[in-house]
């Protein structure tokens, strides 16, 4: 995070990320890597013993109370040491926890949220299915209102946490008349693990390995009426407060993902030679890592102001557009930072002699999940245009399109 920016109260928090940081051994990222670690039960216990999960979080259900500039700046921190510690930080605690806390009731939060962030349960979120995730209203997992419980049905796929959570937060349709606008036709409900849970497999995943990440069947799980987050078939608004962490998280998160390419590719172009010079005495290497620096400096800025956005602005719409651009930017800028630092190193930085390839493998994710990079363009053309409509309707701003010398020449200003 931009440490200038940062208030002290916010510094304190972030270095007690950073010790946090220092402290992961390095056989963690590599056995999670491999596989041979599945979901990082003991790494997430250390981190709510340090209560650093869900720092955002009311300090009555074991938050720190503190703000989004605040939860940016740790899950960049995180994102450091890699992107799938990052993601299995943020999943239950930050987005997970969210929901309940913002939607769910005294019971849920006492029950979920604050074992939760003592580190002592796990949690998973469970949205897309195998017919698709960017469709959110197509769901087609089912939950059958049978009066004090509901029945469950159906599949999610690609679920950080299958393996590990010991409850899931699904979106699933309740409301069985065909007709019924999608946005009155889901339900959010937090479903323990038990009979009729079922985790198939874990996918032979590119990268971001090591986080329980498989598939979910329910087979007639019946969910107790008071695990409804919520209300029944009122799933859209906690879905869209839910975007927020996701998004938001995955931009921070991100940055910090590619801020050890860059470290390591300006050490390594400090010192490897060709030609009988160091590497970076050549501007086609050092033009490289100064675009890389901008690009990383940029996406930090656009996170840090969209998490003022987040904790100052109350027009929701407007945060969501700031949101999507972000994640959109950043996870794209982010990429070519990485890119960048593996054509900097050379043929080295494709083995894994150094980290760069799996950081790269990794990083894929960013502009994939929590909706495709497509999907955040759509809210964004969305949210512009119905902004910039609000606008010019009030006729507070310049008319810029008058400001040229023919601007009254109608003949040929031709809309149709
Ligand atoms: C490693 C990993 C971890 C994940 N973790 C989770 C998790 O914990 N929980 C969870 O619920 N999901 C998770 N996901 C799922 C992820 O969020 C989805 O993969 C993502 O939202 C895209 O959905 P999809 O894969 O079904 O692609 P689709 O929705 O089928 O999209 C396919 C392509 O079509 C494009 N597309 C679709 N609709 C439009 C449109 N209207 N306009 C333009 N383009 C469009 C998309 O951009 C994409 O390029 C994870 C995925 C991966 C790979």
């Known amino acids: 995070m931009i440490e200038h920016l940062l208030t002290s109260e916010q510094k304190r928090v972030v270095e007690d990320a950073r ?9 963690l990222i590599l056995d999670m890597d491999a596989e041979q670690v599945r979901f990082p039960k003991d790494w997430l216990r250390e981190a709510a013993k340090r209560n650093l999960l869900g720092v955002r979080h009311p300090k009555a259900w074991g938050g720190r109370g503190m703000d989004w500039v605040t939860a940016s700046a740790v899950c960049e921190e995180i994102g450091s040491l890699s992107y799938e510690l990052a993601c299995v930080f943020g999943v239950g605690a930050d987005l997970v926890c969210d929901a309940i806390l913002r939607h769910g009731t005294d019971a849920q939060r006492e029950r979920y949220v604050k074992p939760l962030l ?9 949205l897309t299915e195998p017919r698709g995730g960017s469709d959110f209203f197509g769901a087609t997992t089912t939950a059958k209102d049978c009066g004090d419980h509901f029945l469950l049905n159906g599949q999610k796929r690609f679920i950080v946490g299958a393996e590990g959570a010991d409850y899931f937060l699904v979106y699933a349709r309740t409301n069985p008349d065909p007709k019924a606008p999608p946005q009155q036709s889901i339900t959010c409900f937090i479903v323990d693990r038990g009979p009729g849970v079922e985790t198939k497999y874990l996918y032979g995943l590119m990268g971001c390995r090591g986080g329980g990440t498989g598939r979910l069947v329910f087979r007639d799980v019946k969910v107790p009426r008071e695990n409804v987050v919520g209300e029944v078939h009122g799933a859209y608004p906690v879905f869209n407060t839910m975007m927020i962490p996701e998004r938001l998280g995955t931009a921070a998160m991100t940055v910090g993902a590619a801020r050890p390419a860059l470290d390591v590719a300006t050490q390594y172009s400090s010192r490897r030679k060709a030609f009988g010079q160091v590497i970076n005495r050549f501007q086609g290497v050092s033009f490289q890592v100064a675009e890389a620096a901008t690009l990383l400096d940029a996406s930090r800025a656009m996170v840090y102001a969209t998490s003022r956005a987040a904790d100052e602005v109350a027009d929701m719409d407007h945060v969501r557009r700031l949101i999507s651009e ?11 930072v990485v890119h960048n630092a593996m054509q900097v190193v050379g043929g080295i930085g494709y083995t894994n002699v150094l980290p760069l390839e799996r950081i790269y493998r990794d990083i894929r994710l960013a502009s994939i999940w929590t909706g495709t990079n497509e999907v955040m ?12 409509g609000k606008q010019k309707a009030a006729k507070l701003a310049r008319d810029y399109a008058r400001d040229a010398a023919e601007a009254d020449a109608a003949d040929e200003i031709i809309y149709e």
């Open 19 to 27: 010790a946090f940081v220092k402290d992961t051994p390095r056989q």
């Open 118 to 126: 003592a580190g002592e349960i796990f949690a998973a979120e469970c």
């Open 326 to 336: 972000t994640k959109k930017f950043v996870t794209e800028s982010c990429q070519k």
């Open 377 to 388: 363009a759509m809210i964004v053309a969305h949210e512009w245009y119905r902004e910039h």
